[in-house]
């Protein structure tokens, strides 16, 4: 039987009919076998478009739809649901790239893009021509979702899946909850406390039956797909028993002989090896750092709660669902960057941050008052390679310089440093009193409510420079006394020099460098190394692998309140997944012929998401797809040597009238 097919050539607004002759395209089109009628649109996205559409397929009685438009990955969705709502199976329509494919990549080339859309085209009708209905693979799903990281993120999106009744396993790595908010004092904008926040999301959580909460826990393995996840957890002690009592674990603390570098105050104080420092740190009851501790048994004396017997504990959980919320770490400057470990007088921001949370009424660093503070913004961020300047002026002897060199991957505005350091140069100022800002920026990026910030701290007194990407401030030692000039473009590229009793670099955002996770689900990153969504407008939280989503900070730069948001269309759509026990997966997979197949395991070895197992049919091996975790991607057919391989939707047949399609003059 003939199909009836309708076709539709969007101008996109101009994107496509600037650059090609839609009405063209649909005058070549109108008369090819199967086209029962062609029109061109507008925006074939827009609701007026799609119910047109609805109304020709019922009126015209259609059994097939190509629409030619922009990416499929925008839109393909779009139009297989409006051929659903006209009564057609969705697998019946076919999309034709005419914008990233043809409008946009040949915009000097009128006529030869018009020629080459209608080829496009006209493949797009050969596929819908031998298109057939299809039914979704329908697979059980469990009821439940994993939630890898308890920072903020973490534990909202967990919160959020407890209310719609999902069952969730928060699991953090780390013996301690709050992720990096709990590290600070005064949030900008809310003026909220780090520990208020975070206090507020783990009551919320622990009161919660469906919550469980692991702690010190990682994920090591992971097996199955979407609706039928199995991880594998491993479980590090605390080696404690029981909550202490807080004057108990106090003595524990003091006898400890232990010290090492404090991660929760970035290394500028210490901790012991038994420590609970924080009371922004929950579960508030202590960790045993059984890496650095030497078994003394000095704390065993006081607090009888301690056991170091417990053992590491390896758990298995199943879940329909993965929310991957694993945040970020701030940028580690280069030994020597603007005189990082060069200088003792040269701190991060988060160290700075810290710094001012700790000192009560001076701002005291290495033993000395700090009066005078310099910013040195991007640090970290917005990287570009700079002109190296020689290392001392000619004639000089008594200057130490720093690398100005900041060349590096990281391209992208981290987006929250600007507005982070002006609140804590205004929480110093405010906490201190006699503190003199010097800000060296690249501009000032504080967006929306924020610019009150920015505003504050102009009226405070707070002096801003400003230097080109490619010519940063120099950070240099003369005569013992820390200096740092600009070229300063606010004053038409004046040298300016200030001297300074401290130098805090304002370091962005960058991925975390213990990655296992990402490497575990095979999580897709972008060139900025942060974790890939689909599509940031369209499919936000997303993931190319089915089941997986992202929220926070592990996707790129965000503030809190963003982070929030992320978390909460995460947790949505997470639930989405395991909501109804059922799932409907894409029908478009791979089949095997068990007469033709003879186990090779070539398809195995060129399938990337590890879709093809061996099994048997009678007496003979042969290969067996998982349906639930093939994608179609079509890599198995190709290495096939007894094309004993088939693409669903993707028939030899549909392929080669496209090819012909293509290749017709």
Known sequence: MNKKIGVYICHCGGNISDYVDVEKVREAIEHEEGVYLAKTTMFACSDAAQKEMVEDIIKNNLDGMVVASCSPKLHQLTFRAVTERGG?????????????????AHSNDKIGATEKAIHIVKSAIAKARFSESLDPIKIRSEKAVAVIGAGVAGMRAAIELSKMGCPVTLIEREHFIGGRVAHWDRLFT???????????????????????????????????????????????????????????????????????????????????????????????????????????????????SIDFSQKEEIIEIKVGSILVATGFDPYTPAAGEFGYQQFDDVITLPQYKRLIDLNDKKLIYNGKEIRNIAYIYCVGSR???????????????????????????????????????????????????????????????????????????????????????????????????????????LTGRKEISVETDLVVLVTGMVPRANNSVGSLFKLPKGRDKFFNEIHMKLRPVETVIDGITICGACQGPKNITESINSALSAAVKSFSYVS????????????????????????????????????????????????????????????????AINLIAYSDTEIENMIDSLAST
Request: a neutral charge; glycine letters at 6%.
């Open 88 to 104: 057609l199976n969705k697998y019946n329509y076919a999309h034709a790239n005419i914008r990233e494919q043809v409008s946009w």
């Open 383 to 489: 990287q570009v390679e700079a002109e190296e300047r020689p290392d001392k002026p000619e004639g000089e002897s008594n200057i130490n310089i720093a690398s100005r060199k900041i060349e590096g991957e990281n391209k992208y505005c981290s987006r929250y440093c600007c507005t982070s350091v002006i609140h804590a140069a205004i929480q110093a100022k405010n906490k201190f009193g006699n503190i003199q800002n010097y800000h060296f920026t690249r501009g000032i990026r504080t967006y929306g409510k924020q610019e009150l910030l920015y505003s504050e701290s102009l009226k405070g007194g707070d002096i801003y420079l400003q230097s080109y990407e490619d010519d940063p401030p120099l950070v240099y030692r003369e005569n013992g006394k820390t200096k740092v000039k600009i070229n300063d473009i």
């Open 580 to 643: 109804k026990g059922e799932l409907e997966l894409e029908p478009i997979i791979a089949e095997i012929d068990n007469d033709l197949c003879t186990w090779c395991g070539e398809c195995q070895k060129a399938c990337p998401f590890d879709a093809i197992k061996i099994g048997t049919y009678g007496k003979k091996e042969i290969a067996v797809i998982n349906n639930s975790v093939c994608k179609g991607c079509g890599m198995c057919l190709p290495v096939c040597p007894f094309n």
């Open 190 to 304: 809310t003026d909220e406390t780090g520990k208020e926040v975070v206090t507020r999301l783990y009551n919320n959580l622990i009161s919660r039956d469906n919550i469980k909460l692991l702690t010190g826990a990682e994920v090591i393995a992971n097996t199955g797909s979407i609706g039928d996840f199995t991880l594998k957890i491993k479980i590090t002690p605390r080696y404690i028993k029981t909550k202490c009592d807080p004057e108990i674990l106090k003595k524990a603390i003091e006898v400890c002989p232990v010290e090492v570098p404090d991660e929760f105050n970035f290394n500028i104080i210490t901790r012991k090896a038994i420590y609970h420092n924080f009371p922004s740190e929950y579960p508030q009851y202590p960790v045993i750092d059984i890496k650095n501790c030497t078994r003394c048994g000095e704390c065993e004396k006081v607090c009888e």
